[in-house]
């Protein structure tokens, strides 16, 4: 089986990032979404991402942000791929011209095939858990058994991740990746190094 890679998201400080990095992590995720508690300003992103070492993928996360918002935030943030998290359409997303994974919440009934597919431009599709009105960071798995192999996409697994599951959760769905937040936290937006270097341990060795 090939490499599954891994990405620790809503990073908010340097040494959370840095300790991601050293971990082996190949992506952190900035949240730009005021309504989360994981949101970043400008700024701190600016900081964070001039604090990493290189070769490790910055992405930005976006909620149903309007496009001079996007704008705004592209041009001060040196941002390598979006993700966009709402219900941006396919049109939004590829009108950008920057590579960019979409999210999906996953509950029972869902057509994912379709689904993947009607984002033809991107570069992944990240599988989250469905919760009603909560559109990321719920902390809870869905079942991975609702996850067809074989979608035109790279998938990138999230939702309730942790180092303790994360084995079980590559074993049967066979992601490209792995995204986890909340699972390596201490508290809401505050990284735990050792969760994080269990959480990678766990990955590596799945």
């Given at each position: 089986m090939s490499v599954v890679r891994s990405k620790i998201c809503g990073i908010t400080r340097i040494e959370d990032a840095l300790s991601a990095a050293e971990a082996g992590a190949d992506?952190?995720?900035?949240?730009?979404?005021?309504?989360?508690?994981?949101?970043?300003?400008?700024?701190?992103?600016?900081?964070?991402?001039?604090?990493?070492p290189p070769f490790v993928t910055t992405v930005g996360l976006f909620v149903d942000a309007d496009r001079q918002e996007l704008?705004?935030?592209?041009?001060?943030?040196?941002?390598?791929?979006?993700?966009?998290?709402?219900?941006e359409s396919p049109a939004f997303c590829e009108a950008l011209q920057r590579p960019y994974i979409?999210?999906?919440?996953?509950?029972?009934?869902?057509d994912?095939?379709?689904?993947?597919?009607?984002?033809?431009?991107?570069?992944?599709?990240?599988?989250?858990?469905?919760?009603?009105?909560?559109?990321?960071?719920?902390?809870?798995?869905?079942?991975?058994?609702?996850?067809p192999q074989g979608l035109s996409k790279p998938i990138i697994l999230a939702g309730g991740l942790v180092a303790e599951n994360v084995a079980a959760?590559?074993?049967?769905v066979r992601p490209y990746a792995v995204d986890v937040s909340g699972g390596v936290e201490a508290r809401k937006g505050i990284k735990d190094a050792e969760k994080i270097r269990a959480f990678m341990?766990?990955?590596?060795?799945a």
């Amino acid at each position: 089986m090939s490499v599954v890679r891994s990405k620790i998201c809503g990073i908010t400080r340097i040494e959370d990032a840095l300790s991601a990095a050293e971990a082996g992590a190949d992506a952190i995720g900035l949240v730009f979404y005021a309504k989360s508690p994981r949101a970043v300003s400008v700024q701190q992103a600016r900081a964070i991402i001039a604090a990493l070492p290189p070769f490790v993928t910055t992405v930005g996360l976006f909620v149903d942000a309007d496009r001079q918002e996007l704008d705004e935030i592209l041009a001060a943030v040196p941002l390598d791929l979006l993700q966009f998290h709402g219900d941006e359409s396919p049109a939004f997303c590829e009108a950008l011209q920057r590579p960019y994974i979409k999210a999906l919440r996953v509950k029972p009934g869902d057509d994912l095939v379709v689904r993947v597919a009607a984002y033809g431009q991107a570069s992944g599709v990240l599988l989250d858990t469905y919760v009603p009105g909560i559109p990321g960071g719920t902390g809870e798995a869905f079942d991975w058994s609702l996850v067809p192999q074989g979608l035109s996409k790279p998938i990138i697994l999230a939702g309730g991740l942790v180092a303790e599951n994360v084995a079980a959760a590559i074993r049967q769905v066979r992601p490209y990746a792995v995204d986890v937040s909340g699972g390596v936290e201490a508290r809401k937006g505050i990284k735990d190094a050792e969760k994080i270097r269990a959480f990678m341990r766990a990955v590596k060795t799945a």
